[in-house]
């Protein structure tokens, strides 16, 4: 009985003189981004000092995000699908081009409705690897194909007559993609656009 006693007297010895530890309750953020919970932090957090190393010139509105392919950056901006190949960048320019027509010499206008108005993307491009297909919709309701190495590009007319939204979702089954694309109600502003 007495062994016990010691071997007790040994643990609590040995905890008492442990070092605490290293975080303690009030190190940790919480809900809001701060112990206050006023979703500011006002010491310095780690985070690296963000700054531009280099930008392109204006491309249009977007509502898009950008997608990076072999190292390209592919960006639907405007009327056109815009690319950038990161080793032609030299700091702090950049000049991007838009995919152009091989056959006619021409900027393919993407974003250019069969009214004739520009409307600007809401859907950012999809990439099938398997493919080396980029995917995107359009706000007049068509769906796109451009082939990133062989240059070619073709249309799904959809009957939708409502923009697409969103990235497609890409499924790549029995050596064919397989495209899921969302579509939103016009509003009334783009139904007097399309009618016109």
């Not at 700054?51 to 390209?72: C, K, M, N, R």
């Not at 923009?163 to 783009?190: T, W």
Request: some cysteine.
């Amino acid at each position: 009985m007495k062994w016990r006693r010691c071997v007790a007297a040994v643990v609590v010895a040995l905890l008492t003189l442990m070092p605490g530890p290293r975080a303690l309750a009030w190190d940790w953020i919480t809900k809001g981004g701060s112990p206050q919970r006023m979703s500011a932090v006002s010491a310095p957090s780690g985070l690296i000092e963000l700054s531009v190393y280099w930008q392109t010139e204006a491309l249009g509105e977007s509502a898009a995000q950008p997608v990076v392919v072999d190292g390209v950056i592919y960006h639907l901006a405007g009327a056109y699908l815009w690319q950038l190949n990161l080793k032609e960048v030299h700091p702090p320019e950049a000049s991007s081009r838009a995919v152009t027509d091989t056959a006619k010499g021409n900027p393919v206008e993407f974003n250019r409705a069969p009214s004739g108005h520009v409307i600007p993307p809401q859907s950012s491009p999809t990439y099938s690897p398997e493919t080396r297909i980029l995917y995107f919709g359009t706000g007049y309701g068509w769906v796109w194909a451009y082939h990133t190495v062989e240059g070619w590009f073709q249309p799904a007319k959809l009957e939708l007559g409502c923009p697409i939204v969103g990235s497609p979702l890409v499924i790549h089954d029995r050596g064919r993609d397989i495209v899921v694309v969302a579509d939103r109600p016009n509003y009334p502003k783009e139904r007097d656009q399309q009618d016109a």
